[in-house]
């Protein structure tokens, strides 16, 4: 593994132009326990001929470059500046679940309507079901636990707010959720002491995520046995900027 510079605790992409070159995992419980990273190609040196180029090994430069090649047939280069899975990929809490973003669905249904929020609901899922179809693949070892997805009240008011988020889930979506109490989350979920219920979405899985993100290469070496062009990874953000791409036409 080409590391070569220490882990930077302040590193803040809100704030720091760049994130570094060869820089070391964060000393997180997901690094401890992911194993060996994967190894990559090394450094870009020169000009390079490519397809695709995806700037980024995190989940969007992974996951497109694996959808490139298994639909398409096109040999994507990965460039990436540290590690595989180095940025929020391997740091994040390995929650999967519906999309809703900063809205919650009763505030789609008032803002858009039904139809639209229904519309929204089954984007969501089809996404949600291509992020299973990943974790249920016997080559990608993310430790998945599909449990669902729990949205816990820690007020007797939040409780009240998700019995009518369910029912309106149910009802509006048909989205099968419901609402369990305090000692059901204990008991069987959860030990979150200040909790007073929560809704129970029957879709949510939880991921080790990089381990999720470690699991490209298999995908790789499987493409590469079926003799699709494999997806390759480098190293070098200075090179990320740098190399020249030609396109080649025709594909
Ligand atoms: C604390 C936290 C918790 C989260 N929890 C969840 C969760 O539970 N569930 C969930 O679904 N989402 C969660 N997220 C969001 C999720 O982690 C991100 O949406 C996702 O990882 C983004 O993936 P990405 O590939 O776009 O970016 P990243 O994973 O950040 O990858 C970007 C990569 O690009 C590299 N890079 C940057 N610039 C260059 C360059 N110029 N040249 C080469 N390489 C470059 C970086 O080194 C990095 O490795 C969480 C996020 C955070 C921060």
Redesign the pocket.
Known sequence: MSTSQPYYPHYDPLRDSS?GTAMDYPPSYWRFHAGEPPQDDGPVNGDMDADVVL???????LATAMFLAREYGIKAVV????QI?????G??????HLAWGRLSRSQWVRKWGADVARRLHANSLEGFEVFQSMTEDPEIDCEPQNLGNLLIAHSKQALDGLRKESQLCNEVLGYKTRVIDRDTVLNQYVGDQECHGAMLEPVGIAVQPLKLAYATPGWRAGWARKSIPEARSRTG?QM??STTCKHRAGR
């Open positions: 994130p700037i980024g090994g995190g989940f969007t430069g460039l990436e500046a540290n899975g180095w940025g929020c990929s740091r994040n809490g390995g929650q999967g953000r990320a900027r």
